[in-house]
């Protein structure tokens, strides 16, 4: 299924995207293999269950990985599960002692 915007280009609509998130916009060159799926800042704080103003403050403070377009924070899903990995804080570990 295609669609016409006011530009008069044709683009695939959603079903011809394959795994597409709420509020999602492709970015990328001719290659599918350069597609990147962004995800606005509600999407990202469902898929890692903050708060969606917590999120646009780590944005803004530059603690988390992030594009800004026109204005508006966009996530990549697959730079937020690694930036969970690095940050995770394994409770066994043993503590060093500061003399």
Same mark, same amino acid.
């Given at each position: 299924? /295609? +669609? /016409?915007?006011?530009?008069? &280009?044709? &683009?695939?609509?959603? +079903?011809?995207?394959? =795994?597409? /998130?709420?509020?999602?916009?492709?970015?990328?060159? %001719?290659? +599918?293999?350069?597609?990147?799926?962004? #995800?606005?800042? #509600? +999407? !990202?704080?469902?898929?890692?269950?903050? !708060? *969606? !103003?917590?999120?646009?403050? !780590?944005?803004? %403070?530059?603690?988390? *990985? %992030?594009? =800004?377009?026109?204005?508006?924070v966009r996530f990549d899903p697959v730079d937020l599960?690694?930036?969970? &990995?690095?940050?995770? #804080?394994?409770?066994?570990? *043993?503590? =060093?002692?500061?003399?």
């Amino acid at each position: 299924m /295609y +669609s /016409y915007y006011c530009t008069g &280009r044709v &683009r695939a609509g959603r +079903s011809q995207l394959g =795994r597409i /998130y709420h509020g999602s916009r492709i970015r990328g060159g %001719h290659n +599918s293999n350069s597609l990147i799926v962004l #995800i606005d800042v #509600i +999407s !990202a704080s469902e898929k890692l269950r903050i !708060a *969606p !103003a917590i999120l646009e403050a !780590a944005a803004e %403070h530059h603690m988390i *990985p %992030h594009y =800004r377009i026109a204005g508006q924070v966009r996530f990549d899903p697959v730079d937020l599960d690694r930036w969970v &990995r690095e940050h995770r #804080i394994d409770e066994f570990a *043993p503590v =060093r002692e500061v003399e």
